[in-house]
């Protein structure tokens, strides 16, 4: 089955500075990579996604690309801000609509 | 704005208890799904639901059943809960055409 690897595990940036995450995925027919937020206490929700035919997307201050040769796909925040503190999940979706998540970033936004 | 409610926040129960998690969408989704949330593992899909009644293991099935019996609800069972089923258990729904998953507040069950 699909495996997603995370990295890194935990993150501190300062206010402003920015941050990446990585993943990298398993299965070759993976086609669509999610990334959600979860804040502290609450419920994962999605910030941003990219499907297999494109390289990178970008929402205001968030992007992610994704290298489908070498399996690998990253989120980008830039000028990062306290409220961007939380737990961050890639994913990968297969040929079915199931989901193999990563273990997760914790990221610190320090003011 | 899609809802996507479970039945309890928290729940405690006795090893060897039959235990019941419900899950309840309102947008009209094919698809739920449930997974355990533990810290440093991430999300483990344990069962997904395309369906009604149809359901297709995830990763980690085993101690776990499921039911859907109606299109907005899916519901986890735990046979004979264990004291390694303690967890955060989270239950999403996401349509076939748009693939975001759409996910419940979760219920931190303690078995104890």
């Known amino acids: 089955g699909e495996n997603v690897e995370q990295h890194p595990s935990t993150l501190s940036v300062q206010e402003g500075d920015s941050a990446v995450i990585k993943c990298t995925y398993s299965d070759s027919a993976s086609n669509y990579f999610p990334w959600y937020k979860q804040e502290l206490g609450k419920r994962p929700q999605l910030i941003i996604d990219i499907r297999s035919n494109v390289g990178e997307k970008k929402d205001q201050r968030i992007a992610v690309t994704l290298n489908k040769t070498a399996k690998h796909f990253s989120l980008h925040i830039t000028e990062t801000q306290p409220e961007d503190s939380a737990v961050y999940f890639c994913?990968?979706?297969?040929?079915?609509?199931?989901?193999?998540f990563g273990k997760g970033t914790l990221l610190t936004v320090n003011p | 704005d899609v809802k996507v409610t479970q039945s309890s926040r928290y729940l405690v129960k006795r090893t060897g208890e039959k235990v019941f998690l419900e899950c309840v969408q309102d947008?009209?989704?094919?698809?739920m799904f449930w997974y355990r949330q533990d810290p440093g593992l991430g999300l483990r899909l344990i069962y997904f639901?395309?369906?009604?009644?149809?359901?297709e293991k995830g990763d980690i099935p085993e101690g776990y059943s499921v039911s859907r019996e109606k299109k907005e609800r899916f519901s986890l069972i735990l046979e004979s809960a264990s004291t390694n089923q303690t967890s955060m258990y989270l239950c999403a729904s996401m349509t076939g055409l748009v693939y975001e998953q759409y996910f419940g507040p979760g219920t931190r069950l303690t078995v104890t």
């Open positions: 639901s395309y369906d009604v009644k149809m359901k």
């Open positions: 994913a990968a979706k297969g040929s079915n609509y199931k989901l193999t």
């Open positions: 947008m009209d989704h094919e698809n």
